[in-house]
């Protein structure tokens, strides 16, 4: 069985996908064309047998779990919200920010109500408040989630909240925090078997550096 | 104990390499028969009932359910072992080995509709020993080498992981977020775990065996050394001393070497319905499980009293999704005659090229524009019914 195979990794675009891509060219995955201007999505480094990808951030997990790419990054608010069948090898420690609830300065929850909670993580909401045994009523929204209770859409929102400016700003404060997040690498249950070990040497490599 | 089923010769592989659905499951029906398993037939449905107490065992929640005429909730069979189980007698002592080919009805994981889905896979229940459970073993690999490609059967040791966990913590939620964690390979998850849970009195050594468990993975000579240490830390030798006999049984048999050792593959079933060794197995090129199996004497035991199991189902539609269609061909030649032609040389040539293992279509010459499908290459037969050169 050929285990010294390219491995196919899907990094987020953006910010994150820079930071992560510099960790793992730390830790020998090398693919210099990747920082080049252009307007290419697929990099290869042969010598360094890996193939990287820009993917939207929210698809990471998919293109892993339908094994385009064999490892990839994505956020652990995906992770939990999509609940794709992959391996969760590493915590990247880094995109660290947290899922939260957030809610016009002074609410005063009525625990006698159904709660209005405005969210794109609907799973993660529906969750966290059945855990937590409250009635609640889901409002899926895919962005600005922060009008949504300036507007009387909800009551609540849950979102992530990286520096709290937005909240402030639109006179939201965070309530709860549901869980941290941050960037998680992750595998392709099929890969991992196949290209073992290189997936295991990038797991190891990129744990020792981010201190675990 | 030596056991070979000659597999070789049974590779199922179309003219380009994919494996046709069809031959496969002929070559596992085979295959099962050859080790004695009886061909299990079964009704389309089930009382409701049946699904309804034992939801947590099927793979999808949805069912789909109907009135029969007398008033009984009847279910269109989401799974097929439940069936087996409800409806099999067994003997006090007695082993029934059976397999089955039967379609299913359930949700997908990725769909929202239902679908009907053919699975294949075979059962032993009643009392299972070493050799059976060593012999469902050998015969899911083999199920996985009949699929034409590189495969890996992955074992684990339910029992050892479940003490793991248990040294964590004894509280069910959250034993049941650390089997999550072992489901995934999620090392980090049983450190957030255990920071949160810091009062449940679990030391650190208990959460390191139960990382180092579901972190493990490697050839069975190289792996069973860290389980035998980690039973030996858990109090659970008896746990190791099976899974060892097991993988000493299966030493014996021709695809050893692709046998890896692996935790992740007792965890993701959850305790309530089994226990022992779990397996799964994967074939390169497929980014999903296509067989999954393992004991299951808590299911067997609520209609069974000390009833035991093992069993596994290998998922042909997974297959079948991810095996690349013929390369744009739907047959190796086309065959054109004029309608001055004799049949019976048609026939002839037909049969000739059949005989070659080719696909043939044979039409009229003129009217092949009105042929759906492409072919690999084309023939022509002259009015004295010659084959002529290919175009």
């Not at chain 2, 009135?67 to 799974?79: E, F, N, Q, V």
């Not at chain 2, 899911?140 to 890996?152: D, I, M, P, Q, T």
């Not at chain 2, 004029?338 to 080719?358: I, N």
């Given at each position: 069985?050929?285990?010294?195979?390219?491995?196919?990794?899907?990094?987020?675009?953006?910010?994150?996908?820079?930071?992560?891509?510099?960790?793992?060219?730390?830790?020998?995955?090398?693919?210099?064309?990747?920082?080049?201007?252009?307007?290419?999505?697929?990099?290869?480094?042969?010598?360094?047998?890996?193939?990287?990808?820009?993917?939207?951030?929210?698809?990471?997990?998919?293109?892993?779990?339908?094994?385009?790419?064999?490892?990839?990054?994505?956020?652990?608010?995906?992770?939990?919200?999509?609940?794709?069948?992959?391996?969760?090898?590493?915590?990247?420690?880094?995109?660290?920010?947290?899922?939260?609830?957030?809610?016009?300065?002074?609410?005063?929850?009525?625990?006698?109500?159904?709660?209005?909670?405005?969210?794109?993580?609907?799973?993660?909401?529906?969750?966290?408040?059945?855990?937590?045994?409250?009635?609640?009523?889901?409002?899926?929204?895919?962005?600005?989630?922060?009008?949504?209770?300036?507007?009387?859409?909800?009551?609540?929102?849950?979102?992530?909240?990286?520096?709290?400016?937005?909240?402030?700003?639109?006179?939201?404060?965070?309530?709860?925090?549901?869980?941290?997040?941050?960037?998680?690498?992750?595998?392709?249950?099929s890969?991992?078997r196949f290209?073992?070990?290189?997936?295991?040497?990038?797991?190891?490599?990129?744990?020792?550096?981010?201190?675990? | 104990?030596?056991?070979?089923g000659?597999s070789e010769n049974m590779q199922c592989r179309c003219?380009?390499g994919a494996v046709s659905e069809e031959q496969y499951n002929a070559a596992l029906?085979?295959l099962?028969?050859?080790?004695?398993?009886?061909?299990?037939?079964?009704?389309?449905?089930?009382?409701?009932?049946?699904?309804?107490?034992?939801?947590?065992?099927?793979?999808?929640?949805?069912?789909?359910?109907?009135?029969?005429?007398?008033?009984?909730?009847?279910?269109?069979?989401?799974?097929?072992?439940?069936?087996?189980?409800?409806?099999?007698?067994?003997?006090?002592?007695?082993?029934?080995?059976?397999?089955?080919?039967?379609?299913?009805?359930?949700?997908?994981?990725?769909?929202?509709?239902?679908?009907?889905?053919?699975?294949t896979g075979?059962?032993?229940?009643?009392?299972?020993?070493?050799?059976?459970?060593?012999?469902?073993?050998?015969l899911a690999a083999e199920s996985l080498r009949a699929a034409g490609k590189e495969y890996v059967l992955?074992?684990?040791?339910?029992?050892?992981?479940?003490?793991?966990?248990?040294?964590?913590?004894?509280?069910?939620?959250?034993?049941?977020?650390?089997?999550?964690?072992?489901?995934?390979?999620?090392?980090?998850?049983?450190?957030?775990?255990?920071?949160?849970?810091?009062?449940?009195?679990?030391?650190?050594?208990?959460?390191?065996?139960?990382?180092?468990?579901?972190?493990?993975?490697?050839?069975?000579?190289?792996?069973?050394?860290?389980?035998?240490?980690?039973?030996?830390?858990?109090?659970?030798?008896?746990?190791?001393?099976?899974?060892?006999?097991?993988?000493?049984?299966?030493?014996?048999?021709?695809g050893?070497?692709r046998?890896?050792?692996?935790?992740?593959?007792?965890?993701?079933?959850?305790?309530?319905?089994?226990?022992?060794?779990?397996?799964k197995g994967y074939v390169e090129g497929i980014p999903e499980r296509v067989l999954?199996?393992?004991?299951?004497?808590?299911?067997?035991?609520?209609?069974?009293?000390?009833?035991?199991?093992?069993?596994f189902a290998v998922y042909l539609d997974t297959i079948e999704k991810y095996t690349a269609?013929?390369?744009?061909?739907?047959?190796?030649?086309?065959?054109?005659?004029?309608?001055?032609?004799?049949?019976?040389?048609?026939?002839?040539?037909?049969?000739?090229?059949?005989?070659?293992?080719?696909?043939?279509?044979?039409?009229?010459?003129?009217?092949?524009?009105?042929?759906?499908?492409?072919?690999?290459?084309?023939?022509?037969?002259?009015?004295?019914?010659?084959?002529?050169?290919?175009?």
């Amino acid at each position: 069985m050929s285990c010294d195979r390219m491995i196919n990794i899907a990094l987020p675009k953006g910010r994150l996908g820079e930071k992560v891509y510099a960790l793992f060219e730390k830790a020998g995955f090398p693919c210099p064309q990747l920082l080049e201007n252009s307007r290419k999505l697929i990099f290869e480094n042969e010598e360094a047998g890996v193939r990287y990808f820009w993917v939207k951030p929210s698809d990471a997990a998919i293109y892993v779990e339908r094994g385009a790419a064999d490892v990839g990054v994505a956020g652990k608010d995906i992770l939990l919200e999509y609940e794709p069948d992959v391996y969760e090898l590493a915590d990247l420690r880094t995109g660290i920010c947290r899922m939260a609830v957030a809610a016009p300065e002074g609410f005063r929850d009525d625990p006698g109500r159904t709660l209005k909670v405005a969210t794109k993580f609907s799973h993660i909401a529906r969750e966290y408040y059945r855990g937590r045994g409250r009635d609640i009523d889901i409002i899926h929204l895919n962005g600005s989630i922060e009008i949504a209770p300036i507007l009387g859409l909800s009551d609540v929102i849950v979102d992530i909240v990286e520096t709290g400016t937005t909240l402030r700003e639109n006179h939201l404060e965070v309530i709860e925090t549901v869980m941290p997040i941050s960037a998680r690498l992750v595998a392709n249950k099929s890969g991992y078997r196949f290209k073992n070990e290189k997936i295991t040497e990038l797991v190891r490599a990129v744990s020792e550096l981010v201190g675990k | 104990m030596k056991i070979s089923g000659n597999s070789e010769n049974m590779q199922c592989r179309c003219a380009d390499g994919a494996v046709s659905e069809e031959q496969y499951n002929a070559a596992l029906r085979s295959l099962y028969g050859r080790f004695g398993y009886q061909p299990y037939k079964m009704s389309k449905f089930e009382e409701y009932d049946l699904y309804a107490g034992n939801k947590d065992f099927l793979i999808s929640d949805g069912i789909i359910t109907f009135t029969d005429t007398d008033g009984r909730l009847m279910a269109l069979k989401p799974d097929v072992t439940l069936s087996i189980i409800k409806n099999t007698d067994i003997v006090p002592g007695g082993t029934v080995k059976v397999f089955y080919s039967e379609n299913v009805y359930r949700v997908p994981k990725g769909s929202e509709t239902f679908r009907e889905i053919v699975q294949t896979g075979l059962e032993c229940i009643g009392r299972t020993d070493p050799y059976c459970i060593a012999e469902v073993i050998y015969l899911a690999a083999e199920s996985l080498r009949a699929a034409g490609k590189e495969y890996v059967l992955d074992i684990g040791q339910l029992e050892l992981l479940d003490a793991a966990a248990s040294k964590i913590s004894t509280d069910p939620a959250v034993k049941n977020a650390l089997m999550k964690c072992a489901a995934e390979k999620n090392r980090h998850g049983v450190d957030e775990i255990t920071a949160r849970n810091a009062n449940a009195g679990a030391g650190a050594g208990a959460a390191d065996v139960f990382k180092m468990l579901i972190g493990l993975y490697g050839r069975v000579d190289e792996a069973l050394p860290q389980v035998r240490a980690a039973a030996r830390e858990l109090g659970m030798q008896d746990s190791y001393d099976s899974l060892k006999e097991i993988t000493d049984l299966l030493r014996a048999s021709d695809g050893f070497d692709r046998f890896r050792i692996d935790f992740s593959a007792a965890a993701a079933g959850g305790g309530n319905y089994y226990n022992g060794i779990g397996f799964k197995g994967y074939v390169e090129g497929i980014p999903e499980r296509v067989l999954s199996g393992g004991q299951y004497d808590r299911l067997v035991r609520r209609f069974h009293p000390d009833g035991e199991a093992i069993g596994f189902a290998v998922y042909l539609d997974t297959i079948e999704k991810y095996t690349a269609p013929d390369a744009g061909f739907d047959g190796d030649l086309l065959l054109l005659y004029p309608e001055t032609a004799p049949r019976d040389k048609v026939l002839e040539a037909v049969l000739k090229y059949t005989s070659k293992g080719m696909t043939v279509r044979a039409a009229r010459a003129g009217a092949e524009d009105g042929l759906s499908g492409r072919f690999r290459r084309v023939a022509f037969i002259d009015p004295e019914g010659a084959v002529k050169d290919e175009l």
